[in-house]
């Protein structure tokens, strides 16, 4: 059973920084593209962010540019993201992802394996 599990969330100041990880199970993490999403408290999920199989391909959202950096350790099977200079809009839980197809098009529609989701909290 393919079974993604985030880890990493927390509460952190304005500035600040964490790393979530996310750990597979059921499969193979290099045969699959790998994103991050988040949902915010009343809107909709949005992609934040996409890895390639063998990291040669990285996706961001404009709102993360510069301050998120999403990297893959295929042999411990998990995937990261670094997140650094935290803002409050920033705050959502964060899912990760892996695509049916081998593009970081940052779709829902492209997903079909979803983690459980690791909360994030960024206080002013």
């Known amino acids: 059973q393919l079974q993604l599990v985030e880890s990493g969330g927390g509460l952190v100041q304005l500035g600040g920084s964490l790393r979530l990880s996310c750990a597979a199970s059921g499969f193979s993490l290099n045969t699959r593209y790998i994103g991050w999403f988040r949902q915010a408290p009343g809107k909709e999920r949005e992609g934040v962010s996409c890895?390639?199989?063998?990291?040669?391909?990285?996706t961001y959202a404009d709102s993360v540019k510069g301050r998120f950096t999403i990297s893959r350790d295929n042999a411990k099977n998990t995937v990261y993201l670094q997140m650094n200079m935290l803002k409050p809009e920033d705050t959502a839980v964060y899912y990760c992802?892996?695509?049916?197809?081998?593009?970081?098009?940052?779709?829902?529609?492209?997903?079909?394996?979803w983690g459980q989701g690791t909360q994030v909290t960024v206080s002013s």
């Open positions: 890895i390639s199989r063998f990291s040669g391909t990285t």
């Open positions: 992802a892996a695509f049916r197809f081998l593009r970081c098009g940052l779709l829902i529609s492209d997903v079909d394996t």
